[in-house]
């Protein structure tokens, strides 16, 4: 609900602060007072588009500030603030500004955070519809009908739209297999050859790694061959250190008891025979970890090469072959074994497809009922309004397989004639004004428990008829604030009176500029206005009886 507007030199409004209650606020004055300012700054604050014309003249910027009531926890509005990091806290008002500079551009804000204008825009119908007779959005616009009778009917989508989706997501899934079996089937001699290549070489993780080392020892292998059959000739030789020391020992040891010395050098050279054949074994490890094999060097050198010429073959690195292989063995399996797959997968589509027409076509069913009661209750409104020769026909037909969805298979658009025999056509292509705005206010009051705005507008939705239709047209817009906030702005006394609170705009000169204002009125200031309205430039007693009663009633 809007409860607050403030206008800051838009056109003749140089400052101005409206504060606004539930129900019906009715918006008076003579013609060229302004009302069409405030409905234009009104526009201004959700998205119209910003015109440095708004700008009173001498003005640097026009400023509006709207503000409504917060949002609900959860509903359409609040998933749309959270959709843009706008954060509102509960209890709080959503407030937007917008900000129109006399040099042009425009700035807009919601609760002081920066948006764009196009957010306000599509904030603006979740918040208030604004209907008069150049409105092209609201009931005027085809594209809402459908949620507007599924609203009046209190039809539930959600089982068409969960069908759709699980029909939808099978025929994702049918149509990526096929356009796989389709690349594979393309590459098939390709990946037979690829697969049986693969399968020979048996490529393993880590072998480059594995062959390049083994290939390096045994490369150094061959580079100290030599020397490693020097070193073991030199220590273990038939005229090698070993034997010699060993020589020596025997040799000690038959003289070492005759002197103490003796025995000091045999304990030595023991110790120097344990070392050396230390230094032998350490020898011989590195003999056989340096082993020099040629054809065994081939072979690793050969198979290395190999390894990565293949994976250079397939762009990938040498240890990603053998996942490769796997991958290009899944693939020609599934060209193989891929038409039952596939079959499968148009089975499930053609299921999931029967699951969706089904609750599509019950969803159409009652479409088509609600449509029936829709109609009837507009008619039960239509002859008040002295529109009693036309009629109202919601038209259900089906959309293009192309343009089926969540919401089902249906168009809903409202149609009218407004004569007998007369054919029907869409809202927006009846020629009267008045006609319209009627057509709407019976529109609105079928649908006034359907939800959507908290705030309407309608804008001189009384032109051109007095007396009985006044009268009920003020009962209805009464009636719809009963749900509503409703404001109007009205030329009719009949309608003016029906008002839980009165807005009188007025224009005033002081003889260098023009201003516009707005004031609420109190109740002696209303009866006066609706005298006036009754009565013309002067209010006479007969007036002011008249205003009483139409207040009394």
């Not at 209190?154 to 099978?170: G, K, Y």
């Not at 002197?259 to 032998?280: K, N």
Request: glycine letters at 10%; charged letters at 25%; aromatic letters at 2%.
């Amino acid at each position: 609900m809007l409860t607050a507007l403030s206008i800051r030199d838009v056109v003749l409004i140089e400052a101005l602060d409206l504060d606004f209650t539930a129900g019906l606020g009715v918006l008076t004055g003579e013609t060229g007072a302004g009302k069409s300012i405030l409905l234009d700054a009104l526009g201004l604050v959700l998205g119209a588009r910003g015109d440095s014309g708004l700008v009173r003249h001498g003005a640097q910027q026009a400023v509006v500030t709207a503000s409504f009531d917060g949002p609900a926890s959860a509903g359409a509005l609040a998933a749309l603030l959270a959709d843009n990091a706008l954060e509102v806290e509960t209890g709080e008002p959503l407030i937007l500004r917008r900000i129109v500079k006399a040099d042009g551009g425009s700035r807009a804000f919601v609760n002081d955070a920066a948006v764009s204008a196009g957010l306000l825009r599509e904030l603006a119908p979740h918040l208030v519809e604004i209907h008069g007779q150049h409105d092209d959005r609201g009931l005027l616009n085809p594209r809402g009908h459908r949620d507007l009778l599924d609203g009046f009917g209190r039809l539930d989508i959600t089982a068409v739209a969960d069908a759709h989706r699980t029909w939808r997501a099978a025929q994702a899934r049918l149509e990526a297999a096929r356009a796989e079996q389709q690349d594979a089937e393309r590459d098939r001699e390709w990946l037979e050859h690829a697969v049986a290549e693969l399968a020979a070489f048996a490529p393993e993780p880590g072998e480059e790694a594995v062959l390049a080392e083994r290939r390096a020892t045994m490369q150094r292998g061959e580079r100290l061959a030599g020397e490693m059959a020097g070193i073991a000739e030199l220590l273990d030789g038939s005229d090698g250190a070993l034997s010699r020391l060993r020589q020596a020992a025997r040799i000690l040891d038959r003289v070492a008891d005759d002197h103490a010395a003796l025995g000091e050098a045999l304990a030595a050279i023991d110790r120097a025979i344990v070392e050396a054949g230390a230094a032998q074994d350490q020898v011989d490890v590195a003999a056989e970890a340096l082993a020099y094999d040629p054809a065994a060097l081939e072979a690793d050198e050969a198979r290395l090469f190999d390894l990565r010429a293949l994976a250079r073959k397939h762009r990938v690195q040498p240890d990603d072959l053998a996942a490769l292989a796997d991958e290009l063995s899944s693939r020609l399996a599934l060209l193989t074994g891929g038409e039952a797959g596939i079959a499968a997968l148009e089975a499930e589509t053609a299921r999931t497809a029967g699951a969706y027409a089904e609750a599509a076509a019950e969803l159409s069913a009652a479409r088509s009922a609600a449509a029936a009661r829709l109609d009837k209750a507009v008619a039960a409104e239509l002859s008040p309004l002295k529109l009693d020769a036309a009629r109202l026909r919601t038209v259900v037909a089906p959309l293009d397989e192309a343009q089926w969805g969540a919401a089902g298979r249906d168009r809903v658009e409202f149609e009218v004639s407004t004569n007998p025999g007369a054919p029907f056509a869409p809202l927006v292509k009846i020629a009267s004004g008045g006609e319209l705005s009627r057509f709407i206010l019976a529109l609105k009051v079928a649908l006034a428990d359907e939800g959507g705005a908290g705030t309407m507008v309608f804008d001189e939705i009384d032109r051109g008829v007095g007396g009985a239709v006044a009268s009920a047209i003020g009962e209805r817009l009464a009636r719809l604030a009963g749900a509503k906030q409703v404001l109007v702005v009205t030329h009719s006394p009949q309608v003016a009176a029906r008002g839980a609170r009165h807005y009188r705009i007025a224009k005033r000169h002081d003889g260098v500029v023009t201003r516009t204002g707005v004031a609420a009125l109190d109740a002696g200031e209303r009866r006066e206005e609706i005298a006036r309205m009754l009565s013309g430039a002067e209010v006479t007693p007969e007036a002011r009886a008249q205003a009483e009663r139409l207040l009394a009633a």
